[in-house]
């Protein structure tokens, strides 16, 4: 089944220990996303890939880079984290990145300790 | 400023009906979704209105006015595992998806 998929589903991490967390998707979609979701708030979008280009969120911190190097994969490097930074992480894809429909991965949960 | 608004939490009884408000204020409209996620899992789509009426797929519907800013998520013969947060979300002028918080569903046998 085409899907899109999160590696791990749960990482831990010490403060200001840099963490790099993955996706990967099966859909063939030229456009990834990725959000940050805090317990019963709205996902907040970080950046996003049309194709290889991309697009930075202007309140994103410096903090979370990300690299998209093929159109398979995405990576959300987190260099320093903080206590604030714990959340899922949620990976999406779609197909043309106008209004068309977002399909997510199951999301890694980061804690920092 | 761009803004989505949904009720924090509503509780209903299995087999009932409820209706879920949303709000929206958005530069620019390019339709409106409705995801369902459960807890501790990614959200998924269940529906996209961007023409004023009713969508209905199965025991649940969708309903937008677009000039008045507001939709509904109308889900009937509720099931125990309706119990989720459902998340409204609006594409505006640049295609990007303005997410509300997401109102949580309690369903009570």
């Known amino acids: 089944d085409a899907m899109v998929i999160q590696n791990p589903r749960y990482q831990v991490t010490q403060f200001g220990k840099p963490v790099t967390l993955s996706c990967s998707q099966t859909?063939?979609?030229?456009?990834m996303y990725w959000y940050q979701q805090k317990s019963s708030q709205a996902p907040k979008l970080l950046f996003h890939y049309y194709d290889k280009d991309f697009n930075n969120e202007a309140d994103t911190p410096d903090n979370f880079q990300s690299r998209r190097p093929n159109t398979s994969f995405c990576f959300l490097d987190i260099r320093s984290p903080g206590l604030g930074d714990a959340a899922m992480y949620l990976c999406?894809?779609?197909?043309?990145?106008?209004?068309?429909?977002?399909?997510f991965g199951p999301g890694t949960r980061l804690t920092v300790l | 400023g761009q803004n989505i608004d949904q009720p924090t939490e509503m509780t209903a009884t299995e087999g009932a009906i409820v209706q879920i408000n949303c709000t929206y204020q958005?530069?620019?409209?390019?339709?409106l979704f409705w995801y369902q996620q459960h807890a501790g899992e990614a959200p998924t789509f269940l529906s996209y209105?961007?023409l004023d009426g009713l969508e209905e797929k199965g025991r649940f519907s969708s309903f937008l006015s677009r000039s008045k800013g507001y939709s509904y998520l109308l889900l009937k013969e509720l099931q125990m595992k309706d119990s989720a947060s459902y998340l409204c979300a609006v594409a505006d002028s640049n295609y990007q998806l303005i997410w509300g918080a997401g109102t949580k569903l309690i369903i009570k046998p």
């Open positions: 999406a894809t779609s197909r043309t990145g106008e209004v068309d429909e977002q399909f």
């Open positions: 859909l063939n979609h030229n456009v």
């Open positions: 209105n961007v």
């Open positions: 958005t530069s620019g409209f390019n339709g």
